[in-house]
């Protein structure tokens, strides 16, 4: 998507990539969550308040979602390649998050 320039689309898939990971994760120890918004709440609550999950990749995580939500949701709004992958640094950071 990124090689086709569809940066809306890659923001999707990049914040969906991630926002299962962490549904795994929560699976694994039993957790449930039925929102995006719960999901980064008890992201927040369980794993970054106690260190098991770095507080800099629950930031990115969270911004990968405001991109998608531009991407899915604002017709008159195109990501660009700058917000996608300032520094391409996202890719690196999504990849770190869904290990």
Avoid at 24 to 29: A, H
Avoid at 39 to 49: E, K, P, S, T
Avoid at 73 to 81: D, G, K, Q, S, W
């Amino acid at each position: 998507m990124l090689e086709e320039s569809d940066f809306d689309m890659a923001a999707n898939r990049y914040y969906y990539a991630c926002y299962h990971a962490v549904q795994g994760l929560f699976i694994y120890d039993g957790l449930s969550c039925h929102t995006h918004r719960g999901l980064h709440q008890m992201l927040g609550q369980n794993y970054v308040i106690s260190g098991k999950f770095d507080s800099t990749l629950a930031g990115i995580f969270r911004t990968m979602e405001q991109l998608r939500e531009k991407a899915d949701y604002n017709c008159a709004y195109n990501i660009t390649e700058a917000e996608q992958n300032p520094s391409h640094l996202i890719i690196e950071q999504a990849k770190e998050l869904t290990k």
